[in-house]
């Protein structure tokens, strides 16, 4: 295995290298974020829900308020599931799924070990206990900088585990269809006319008419040819445009 | 034909291969998630690996900045993590930790281990002598209230259950033992002084309490209290003690690879040792709540408790379970 900058390489045995992209510090971060509130609106909903509960069936009152003196049930009940939630969110997630958090799906991006698997149960768990480490001496800051200045952008838990964060591939990358390749035209504006029309229905009217009017300028369609098309027409133009003269549609 | 007009047509042919790629990845997305075990499916990954690593190559020259050669990438990725990693169970991985990892660990450990626990008995030992000798220096190690509380001819333990239940006192005791034992290892990445630092404490701050309480006839009921949990949570913290010094080790003398791919390594192979300890600490923390400062419970159980949880640890760092079930299987086939 060897790395390149921004990039985990792994040899394979079809002697073409597995390129998996690194993610840097920003995807770190805004996974770091999104679980973070993540954990602190479970751990705040189980202690809401749980102390409502608690004080209206020990009293009947309603209310959030802590018992004024230590209470097996209260702790038990409300107060360890709440701290819990908190501070085993990403040991006990990442377990269930595999290296991945909802944070990190959101950003992108996926925990694998230095030759791309899954990490192992034990690697997971380690890197978590290096959370202590990282952050050092607060808000995570010895773990940013690390992750700034390594080369792998790893922090120090990422380290003694042995793993990395990289971006996870999916198949919305793929914008082409076949009927689309089969065009005429160069495969980065047909890339791009798939991409379109593929987000199409998503896109406001005026959006999506300005960049088909962009994109059919680019495969030599004249602005004046242009100017009477509506909404429907541009979209039948693109269409048009990414199919092969006498082709069937 | 010219060589752009070559290039393009080239680049049109492979694009239109797309639907199998899309195929392919479902493929090994199935596999991946354990939920195909068709022969059939399974040969046709592997004849996909081939025909992805072709067109990736030939992607790689012909379209270096498209979404496609991105995507192949990504199939080609997961292809290959599916035919040489297998599917992910959590169930298995933890087993294997169990069975595997933290036995090897605690083997690679032992000299480690040795020193530590040599550390530990001695800083102890110290720490005896001192307050033995010095009775006004426990104020250094204990606090203000139980040293007022033994000097009154009373242990802090007594009454203990009347102040605090059980169940928080263990989770507080658990909770407050696990981030000792992590802190101690964690402080190994400061070349190992932190770890010494904590271990040789914790070793001062017992030996002087025990030396205080022995000057006050108390020493036997202190005892009685702590061998309860006391014989796993002291180990425990000798193995983790053990787990930071070898990271620390790792980095003083790092060897022919570098300091980060030592430390690297040192981690791996200590961190299921330190899993372990942190669920030894669980029991011990339950004891110590439930068992430890109940009256009603006699000496000779705290004993035998113990003694057993002390033994169940040594089964989990040995292996010993899991070696049984290994050998009875090797004899039964």
């Not at chain 2, 499916?41 to 081939?50: G, K, N, S, T």
């Not at chain 2, 790792?250 to 300890?277: E, K, Y």
Request: hydrophobic content about 55%; aromatic content about 8%; proline content about 4%.
């Amino acid at each position: 295995m060897n790395e390149a900058a921004q990039h985990l390489s792994v040899d394979s045995a079809t002697g073409i290298d597995v390129t998996l992209p690194l993610a840097g510090i920003g995807a770190r971060s805004y996974a770091f974020v999104a679980d973070w509130h993540i954990r602190l609106v479970l751990g705040f909903a189980w202690y809401g829900a749980a102390a409502l509960l608690y004080n209206y069936l020990r009293d009947g009152t309603v209310s959030v308020a802590p018992p004024a003196s230590n209470n097996a049930r209260w702790f038990g009940a409300v107060l360890v599931p709440a701290t819990a939630l908190y501070f085993l969110y990403h040991p006990v997630v990442e377990l269930l799924m595999r290296g991945s958090t909802p944070g990190k799906r959101l950003a992108g991006v996926r925990i694998v070990t230095r030759d791309g698997a899954a990490p192992g149960a034990g690697a997971l768990l380690l890197r978590n206990v290096f959370r202590l480490v990282d952050s050092l001496p607060v808000a995570y800051g010895l773990g940013l900088v690390l992750v700034g200045v390594t080369r792998e952008h790893v922090r120090c838990g990422d380290m003694a585990a042995g793993t990395v964060l990289v971006y996870e591939g999916s198949s919305s990358g793929l914008a082409l269809t076949p009927a689309s390749t089969a065009g005429a035209l160069d495969v980065a504006t047909a890339e791009l006319v798939a991409e379109l029309l593929s987000r199409w229905p998503r896109l406001t009217v005026a959006a999506r008419a300005g960049l088909a009017r962009a994109l059919l300028a680019r495969c030599g369609r004249a602005a004046a040819e242009l100017g009477p098309l509506d909404d429907a027409a541009l979209k039948q133009a693109l269409i048009e445009a990414t199919r092969v003269a006498g082709a069937p549609p | 034909m010219s060589t752009n007009a070559r290039q393009s047509a080239l680049a049109h042919a492979l694009l239109k291969r797309a639907t199998l790629w899309q195929e392919a990845e479902a493929r090994a997305q199935r596999f991946r998630r354990a939920r195909s075990d068709d022969a059939a499916d399974a040969a046709r990954v592997a004849d996909d690996y081939r025909v992805l690593a072709h067109d990736l190559a030939r992607a790689r020259a012909l379209l270096p900045r498209s979404r496609a050669r991105e995507y192949l990438e990504s199939v080609y990725a997961g292809v290959h993590a599916t035919l040489n990693h297998g599917d992910w169970r959590l169930g298995a991985e933890l087993v294997r930790l169990l069975r595997v990892e933290i036995p090897a660990s605690a083997a690679w450990l032992r000299p480690y281990i040795a020193w530590a626990v040599v550390l530990f008995v001695l800083a102890a030992a110290a720490g005896f002598a001192l307050v033995d000798r010095f009775p006004e220096l426990v104020a250094l190690f204990a606090s203000p209230d139980l040293i007022a509380s033994v000097e009154s001819g009373k242990l802090w333990t007594e009454g203990l259950l009347n102040i605090v239940p059980s169940s928080v006192l263990s989770v507080q005791i658990l909770t407050n033992n696990i981030v000792v034992s992590l802190v101690a290892y964690c402080s190994g990445f400061l070349f190992g002084l932190g770890t010494l630092y904590i271990l040789g404490l914790n070793g001062l701050m017992l030996g002087a309490v025990f030396a205080f309480v022995a000057r006050h006839g108390l020493g036997a009921a202190l005892a009685t209290f702590v061998v309860a949990h006391g014989c796993v949570e002291l180990s425990v913290m000798c193995l983790s003690g053990a787990a930071g010094a070898a990271v620390g080790e790792a980095l003083v003398r790092p060897g022919s690879h570098g300091r980060i791919a030592a430390f690297r390594s040192a981690a791996l192979r200590t961190g299921p040792v330190l899993l372990a300890c942190a669920a030894l600490l669980v029991g011990a923390g339950l004891i110590e709540g439930f068992v430890s400062p109940d009256p009603r419970i006699a000496p000779v159980f705290k004993v035998v408790i113990g003694i057993s949880y002390w033994l169940v640890m040594l089964a989990l760092l040995l292996g010993w379970p899991t070696r049984q079930i290994r050998r009875a299987r090797r004899s039964a086939s």
